[in-house]
Nanobody
Framework: QVQLVESGGGLVQPGGSLRLSCASS????????IGWYRQAPGKQRELVAF???????NYAGSVKGRFTISRDNAKNTVYLQMNSLKPEDTADYYC????????????WGQGTQVTVSS
C-alpha cells in the first residue's frame, strides 16, 4: 500500500517561505513521478510542480523561479521549497505519486494547508 504524508504547511506572511515535505512508503520516491498539487477555495486543483522518476522537473508558470521541487531517495521524501510566497499561493497542497506532468497518479496524500496572509 502506497502511503504519502504531507507536512510543513502553515500561516506565513507575503514574501515568506515554507518547505513542504511528502514522506512516502518504501521506495516510492525513486519509482514514481511525484507531483505537488494545490487547490484553493473555489478553484480547481492544479499541478504546481512535478519531478519524474528520472529527475526531470516541471513547474507551473505562476511558481517558476519561486518554488523548487526536490527529492531525497534515501529518505523517501519529496520536498517543495516555496519562497517569495504570495497571497494567491494560499491553498491546500497535496502530494501525488504515479502520474506525469500531465495527469495525476493514483496515490494522494492527505494534504497540508498553506495560508499566505498579512
Amino acid at each position: 500500500q502506497v502511503q504519502l504524508v504531507e507536512s510543513g504547511g502553515g500561516l506565513v506572511q507575503p514574501g515568506g517561505s515554507l518547505r513542504l515535505s511528502c514522506a512516502s512508503s518504501g521506495s516510492i520516491v525513486s519509482i514514481y513521478g511525484i507531483g505537488w498539487y494545490r487547490q484553493a477555495p473555489g478553484k480547481q486543483r492544479e499541478l504546481v510542480a512535478f519531478i519524474s522518476s528520472s529527475g526531470g522537473t516541471n513547474y507551473a508558470g505562476s511558481v517558476k523561479g519561486r518554488f523548487t521541487i526536490s527529492r531525497d531517495n534515501a529518505k523517501n521524501t519529496v520536498y517543495l521549497q516555496m519562497n517569495s510566497l504570495k497571497p494567491e499561493d494560499t491553498a491546500d497542497y497535496y502530494c501525488n505519486a504515479g502520474g506525469t506532468a500531465t495527469f495525476p497518479g493514483l496515490y494522494w496524500g492527505q494534504g497540508t494547508q498553506v495560508t499566505v496572509s498579512s
